[in-house]
């Protein structure tokens, strides 16, 4: 984050929203100048957004995302300043790797599935969290045209049903990408968000061909 201003003619400051970036924004401000008075509004009865976390019988349940990026490392930066770095939790290496819950059952991503594309197309056919007609649309990918760039720019969730299929976009794509922005893949920005996947399309013509290439690249 990049933050600056004349302090010296600022006297106070409101900061609509005490989310993340609300909390994080009053943060850098007071750190810039500890004489600026601010006024944080929250609609809610908490501070920090979508970020939640519950405890549910055994389980600690996190209501948005649930790590942080160490590259780059503003986050950890971040956590540095406001003194939080004693409190970061690293995961049990034998226990990583995340699952979609889907028809009432935790299911693993499918091996070699990174955010949109599928490194391990073989993986996409056994995975239970398609139906077959959805690891058959899937396997379409290769062949559906790119998209005219002139058209500008589309949501995650129509560029991920466009290329692979509803199911691939709700049951895998969704979840995924949700977890990481805390945002309605609806709403994200295809590229702004995913930019490398849309410049695999614009390039390749599918994220299949991509990812061959890529492959045969090393």
Do not use: C
């Not at 900061?15 to 007071?30: C, K, T, Y």
């Not at 058959?136 to 290329?163: C, K, N």
């Amino acid at each position: 984050m990049s933050l600056s201003f004349e302090s010296r003619s600022i006297k106070s400051v409101a900061i609509i929203g005490g989310g993340l970036s609300g909390l994080s924004v009053a943060e850098a401000i007071q750190r810039i100048d500890p004489e600026v008075a601010i006024d944080l509004f929250e609609a809610s009865q908490r501070w920090g957004g979508v970020l939640r976390t519950e405890r549910v019988g055994d389980y600690l349940v996190e209501h948005a995302a649930d790590m942080v990026s160490i590259d780059p490392g503003d986050a950890i930066d971040q956590m540095i300043r406001v003194g939080l770095e004693d409190e970061l939790i690293e995961p049990f290496t034998e226990r990583r790797g995340a699952r979609i819950f889907v028809n009432g059952q935790l299911h693993p991503i499918p091996e070699g599935f990174v955010l949109m594309q599928a490194t391990d197309p073989s993986a996409m056919l056994r995975t239970p969290l398609l139906s077959p007609f959805g690891r058959a649309r899937h396997a379409f990918e290769r062949f559906i045209p790119r998209r005219d760039p002139s058209l500008g720019d589309e949501s995650v969730a129509s560029f991920a049903q466009r290329r692979m299929g509803r199911q691939v976009a709700q049951r895998i794509v969704a979840p995924l990408a949700a977890g990481i922005y805390t945002a309605d893949v609806e709403k994200l920005s295809r590229r702004a968000t995913k930019k490398q996947f849309a410049r695999m399309e614009d390039t390749d013509g599918s994220l299949f061909a991509a990812t061959r290439r890529r492959k045969r690249e090393g």
